[in-house]
Each structure stands twice: as C-alpha cells, then as structure tokens.
C-alpha cells in the first residue's frame, strides 16, 4: 500500500483548525461585546453614570449591574477561549505557553471581576467589598505581561503572525499605562483620580482591545483576495 504524504504546509501559514478559527473569532468578538455592552449601559443611565470619573466595573453597582456581571463573565469564556487557540496556532518554543496562559488567567480575572462585584452604599459610593481589585490587577497586569511573552514566540516562529513587534509594543504600553493609572489615578487622592474612567477606557480601547482582535484577524485563515 502506498501512503501518500499530507501536503507540506506553505512558509508563512500557521496551524487553522475548526477550533483554532473560533478561538479566532472569540478573540475578535470579546473586546468587541464587552465594549458595545457597556456603551449601552453608559447611555441608559444617562446622567446617573459618569464615564469620565468611574470605571466601567462600577457599572456592577448600577440597576443594571446584572447585565455588567454577564458582560464579564461572557468576555471572561471568550479570552480563555481566544488564549488556547492562540496557544495551538503558533509554533511551541521553549516556555512558549506562558504567553497564551497569561492571556487566559486574564480570562479568569474578568470571571472573578462577576463574581466580586463592586457595590454602592447608602450616600452612592462605589466600593470594593472585596475580591474586585484583585481580579482587576489580574486582568491588567497579565493581559500587559502576556503580550510581552507572547511577542518572543510570535518572533520565533518563522510562520508567524507577522505581528510580534507590534503585540511586544502592545504589551510594554499595556505596563505603562498599568502603572501610571495604579500610582496616579486609581488611588483615592491621585492627581488624576477624578479621570478614572477616562485612563481606564485608553487602556483597554486604545491598546488592549485593539491588539486582540488585530490577533485574532490574524488566526483567520485567507479568503480569496487577502493575503
């Protein structure tokens, strides 16, 4: 019996499976949900909600917090789901599963921000009962370190995403912006602690999110007409 070899696979593709595709899709549509869930949620409270000053976890202690904590908690599946795609699409290296894995503790990190809420008490302050600020430092902190991770095994894999110099800078940004709000902003009595939100919603709009789903894009295998 002949057995005929499987077609080698061409320099530049990375490994696309079913599951590698919807992880795909999971990294492109979580930033994406998350981001248009609490624009909504930011538009029904009207005036009861300030964007600039609050975070968008305080929009758990609103009569809409229910719907924030789902937001999480959908958000949360999808990076988990996005990190184990990515983890099979590119090549192994040695200590190459940090990166995806940190991404998917970031994953675990939006499930704990559901499951501790932030509440508001008699007088309408929002505040911590608990769990909250360190599944936000989980978030934050692991989603900035893992794009660091991430971008040395992009860069060692000669199939590629074509993408490492720019998640590597992704990352080194997300650390910045991580610390400059974790010293200047979030701290009762920061200098920019009345522009919370503002910083907050930089980070994840303008870095972050971006930089996943352009990753997911990339795990997209090529129509016709798209290199």
């Known amino acids: 019996m002949t057995i005929t070899p499987a077609p080698a696979r061409a320099a530049g593709q990375i490994h696309r499976d079913r599951f590698t595709v919807a ?25 009861r909600y300030d964007r600039v000053a609050e975070v968008v976890s305080a929009l758990e202690a609103t009569p809409y917090g229910w719907v924030q ?10 990076t988990i789901a996005f990190a184990v795609g990515l983890h099979r699409a590119v090549r192994p290296s040695r200590l190459g599963v940090a990166g995806p894995a940190l991404l998917g503790v970031s994953g675990v990190g ?29 978030f934050f902190a692991t989603s900035a370190i893992g794009l660091v991770v991430l971008s ?11 993408l490492s110099r720019y998640v590597l800078a992704a990352g ?29 919603r930089a980070l994840i709009l303008v870095v972050l999110f971006p930089c996943r789903i352009i990753l997911g894009l990339r795990l997209l295998p090529a129509t016709p007409g798209r290199a």
């Open 23 to 47: 992880s795909a899709w999971a990294g492109i549509l979580g930033p994406a949900l998350f981001t248009a869930v609490f624009l909504v949620l930011e538009v029904a409270l009207g005036e």
């Open 69 to 78: 904590r789902l937001n999480f908690v959908v958000f949360g599946i999808l």
């Open 110 to 138: 939006l499930l704990l921000a559901a499951v501790f809420p932030l509440r508001e008490d008699g007088t309408g302050i929002t505040y911590d009962p608990g769990g909250h600020v360190v599944a936000g430092v989980m």
């Open 152 to 162: 040395r095994r992009l860069a060692s894999d000669p199939r590629g995403l074509g």
């Open 172 to 200: 080194i940004a997300s650390m910045a912006g991580f610390v400059l709000i974790g010293v200047l902003v979030m701290p009762d009595g920061a200098p920019f602690h009345p522009y919370a939100g503002l910083f907050q």
